[in-house]
Protein backbone atom coordinates (compact mmCIF):
# COMPACT_ATOMS: atom_id res chain seq x y z
CA UNK A 1 0.00 0.00 0.00
CA UNK A 2 1.33 3.50 -0.99
CA UNK A 3 1.95 5.61 2.01
CA UNK A 4 0.37 9.24 1.85
CA UNK A 5 2.36 11.33 -0.43
CA UNK A 6 4.77 13.65 1.00
CA UNK A 7 6.97 16.71 -0.41
CA UNK A 8 10.47 16.21 -0.84
CA UNK A 9 11.07 19.13 0.79
CA UNK A 10 8.20 18.09 3.85
CA UNK A 11 11.26 14.89 4.47
CA UNK A 12 13.85 17.11 4.12
CA UNK A 13 12.48 19.61 6.32
CA UNK A 14 11.55 16.85 8.84
CA UNK A 15 14.68 14.85 8.95
CA UNK A 16 17.17 17.58 8.46
CA UNK A 17 16.06 19.10 12.17
CA UNK A 18 16.74 15.24 13.53
CA UNK A 19 20.47 15.25 11.96
CA UNK A 20 21.17 18.42 13.45
CA UNK A 21 19.96 16.87 17.05
CA UNK A 22 20.95 13.68 17.18
CA UNK A 23 23.94 13.48 14.34
CA UNK A 24 24.10 11.40 11.67
CA UNK A 25 24.96 8.23 13.68
CA UNK A 26 22.56 8.50 16.29
CA UNK A 27 19.24 9.04 13.89
CA UNK A 28 17.77 5.92 12.92
CA UNK A 29 15.41 5.22 10.17
CA UNK A 30 12.90 4.98 12.34
CA UNK A 31 13.50 8.15 13.90
CA UNK A 32 13.25 9.76 10.57
CA UNK A 33 9.78 7.78 9.80
CA UNK A 34 8.46 9.43 13.21
CA UNK A 35 9.64 12.52 12.28
CA UNK A 36 7.25 12.41 9.16
CA UNK A 37 4.35 10.93 10.41
CA UNK A 38 5.12 7.51 9.06
CA UNK A 39 5.58 4.07 9.59
CA UNK A 40 9.36 3.05 9.15
CA UNK A 41 8.15 0.45 5.87
CA UNK A 42 5.99 3.32 4.38
CA UNK A 43 9.06 5.76 4.88
CA UNK A 44 11.30 2.99 2.97
CA UNK A 45 8.66 4.36 0.19
CA UNK A 46 10.85 7.83 0.01
CA UNK A 47 14.27 6.44 1.02
CA UNK A 48 15.61 3.05 1.38
CA UNK A 49 18.80 4.22 3.38
CA UNK A 50 19.39 7.41 5.37
CA UNK A 51 22.92 7.81 3.52
CA UNK A 52 21.02 9.34 0.30
CA UNK A 53 18.95 10.84 2.48
CA UNK A 54 21.76 12.83 3.96
CA UNK A 55 23.09 13.39 0.90
CA UNK A 56 19.61 15.05 -0.45
CA UNK A 57 19.28 17.04 2.74
CA UNK A 58 22.75 18.38 2.33
CA UNK A 59 22.71 19.23 -1.04
CA UNK A 60 18.97 21.30 -0.76
CA UNK A 61 20.93 22.82 2.75
CA UNK A 62 23.91 24.06 -0.05
CA UNK A 63 20.94 25.48 -2.69
CA UNK A 64 19.12 27.40 0.08
CA UNK A 65 22.07 29.13 1.34
CA UNK A 66 23.91 30.02 -1.72
CA UNK A 67 20.15 31.23 -3.15
CA UNK A 68 19.86 33.53 0.00
CA UNK A 69 23.55 34.47 0.18
CA UNK A 70 24.80 35.41 -3.51
CA UNK A 71 21.94 37.63 -4.75
CA UNK A 72 22.88 40.02 -1.75
CA UNK A 73 26.84 39.62 -1.89
CA UNK A 74 26.20 40.84 -5.44
CA UNK A 75 23.27 43.57 -5.02
CA UNK A 76 25.04 46.49 -6.31
CA UNK A 77 22.46 48.92 -5.29
CA UNK A 78 23.30 48.43 -1.56
CA UNK A 79 26.52 49.41 0.22
CA UNK A 80 28.78 46.40 1.27
CA UNK A 81 27.95 47.62 4.69
CA UNK A 82 23.97 46.90 3.71
CA UNK A 83 24.58 43.71 2.11
CA UNK A 84 26.57 42.36 4.93
CA UNK A 85 23.69 43.26 7.75
CA UNK A 86 21.50 41.44 5.06
CA UNK A 87 23.57 38.16 4.90
CA UNK A 88 24.55 37.95 8.79
CA UNK A 89 20.79 38.24 9.07
CA UNK A 90 19.60 35.87 6.60
CA UNK A 91 22.56 33.87 8.01
CA UNK A 92 22.08 33.58 11.79
CA UNK A 93 18.43 33.02 10.53
CA UNK A 94 19.40 30.41 8.83
CA UNK A 95 21.32 28.12 11.19
CA UNK A 96 18.33 28.71 14.07
CA UNK A 97 15.80 27.48 12.02
CA UNK A 98 15.06 24.39 13.88
CA UNK A 99 17.50 23.15 15.96
CA UNK A 100 20.66 25.45 16.31
CA UNK A 101 23.89 24.86 14.23
CA UNK A 102 25.24 23.75 10.70
CA UNK A 103 24.28 20.47 10.09
CA UNK A 104 27.29 20.42 7.39
CA UNK A 105 29.48 21.40 10.05
CA UNK A 106 27.84 18.47 12.57
CA UNK A 107 28.08 15.86 9.75
CA UNK A 108 31.38 16.88 8.34
CA UNK A 109 33.46 15.82 11.39
CA UNK A 110 31.19 12.95 12.16
CA UNK A 111 30.79 11.70 8.15
CA UNK A 112 35.02 12.28 7.62
CA UNK A 113 35.29 8.47 7.71
CA UNK A 114 32.03 6.45 7.96
CA UNK A 115 30.10 8.94 4.92
CA UNK A 116 33.57 9.53 2.46
CA UNK A 117 30.68 10.71 -0.44
CA UNK A 118 29.68 13.94 1.51
CA UNK A 119 32.71 15.40 1.88
CA UNK A 120 32.86 16.75 -1.95
CA UNK A 121 29.24 18.40 -0.91
CA UNK A 122 30.21 19.78 2.43
CA UNK A 123 33.24 21.36 0.74
CA UNK A 124 31.41 22.84 -1.90
CA UNK A 125 29.35 24.34 0.66
CA UNK A 126 32.11 25.81 2.19
CA UNK A 127 33.70 27.31 -1.04
CA UNK A 128 30.38 28.68 -2.07
CA UNK A 129 29.36 30.50 1.49
CA UNK A 130 33.24 32.15 1.05
CA UNK A 131 32.52 32.81 -2.90
CA UNK A 132 29.40 34.55 -1.04
CA UNK A 133 31.25 36.64 1.23
CA UNK A 134 34.28 37.63 -1.31
CA UNK A 135 32.50 40.60 -3.11
CA UNK A 136 31.88 42.17 0.69
CA UNK A 137 35.95 42.22 0.88
CA UNK A 138 36.71 42.66 -2.53
CA UNK A 139 35.35 45.85 -2.78
CA UNK A 140 38.48 47.21 -0.21
CA UNK A 141 40.92 44.79 -0.73
CA UNK A 142 43.34 43.01 -3.14
CA UNK A 143 42.41 39.36 -4.26
CA UNK A 144 44.52 37.33 -2.07
CA UNK A 145 43.79 39.40 1.47
CA UNK A 146 39.72 39.60 0.17
CA UNK A 147 39.91 35.70 -0.02
CA UNK A 148 41.98 35.35 3.01
CA UNK A 149 38.82 36.96 4.95
CA UNK A 150 36.40 35.47 3.38
CA UNK A 151 37.80 31.87 4.61
CA UNK A 152 38.27 33.62 7.77
CA UNK A 153 34.93 34.69 8.18
CA UNK A 154 33.36 31.59 7.30
CA UNK A 155 35.33 29.88 10.15
CA UNK A 156 34.36 32.07 12.82
CA UNK A 157 30.85 31.92 12.10
CA UNK A 158 30.91 28.19 12.09
CA UNK A 159 33.12 28.93 15.19
CA UNK A 160 30.46 31.07 16.45
CA UNK A 161 27.39 28.35 15.81
CA UNK A 162 29.38 25.72 17.48
CA UNK A 163 29.79 27.49 20.39
CA UNK A 164 26.23 29.39 20.55
CA UNK A 165 25.37 25.41 20.30
CA UNK A 166 27.10 24.37 23.54
CA UNK A 167 26.80 27.93 25.49
CA UNK A 168 22.86 29.46 24.27
CA UNK A 169 24.99 32.86 24.18
CA UNK A 170 24.92 34.84 21.45
CA UNK A 171 28.18 36.65 22.15
CA UNK A 172 30.52 34.66 19.97
CA UNK A 173 28.02 35.40 16.71
CA UNK A 174 27.61 39.10 17.70
CA UNK A 175 31.41 38.89 17.72
CA UNK A 176 31.67 37.77 14.42
CA UNK A 177 29.02 40.39 13.12
CA UNK A 178 31.56 43.06 14.91
CA UNK A 179 34.73 42.03 13.51
CA UNK A 180 33.45 41.41 9.78
CA UNK A 181 32.01 45.05 10.36
CA UNK A 182 35.15 46.63 11.07
CA UNK A 183 36.80 44.88 8.45
CA UNK A 184 34.97 46.03 5.33
CA UNK A 185 34.32 49.50 6.73
Known amino acids: MRPNKLSRSEIISHCAKLFKQHGYAGTSMQMLAQSCGLTKGAFYYYYNNKEQLLMDIL ?6 LIGYLNPIANDQNLSVAERFATM ?3 AVQYFSIGEVGCLMAIIS ?6 LPEAKPLIRGFFQDWENAMYPLF ?6 A ?13 E ?10 DTFYIEQVERRIRTVIG
Do not use: C, N
Open 145 to 157: EARRLAKQSVADY
Open 159 to 168: GAILMYRFTE
Open 138 to 143: AEKYDE
Open 59 to 64: QEIHQQ
Open 88 to 90: HSK
Open 109 to 114: IESLHT
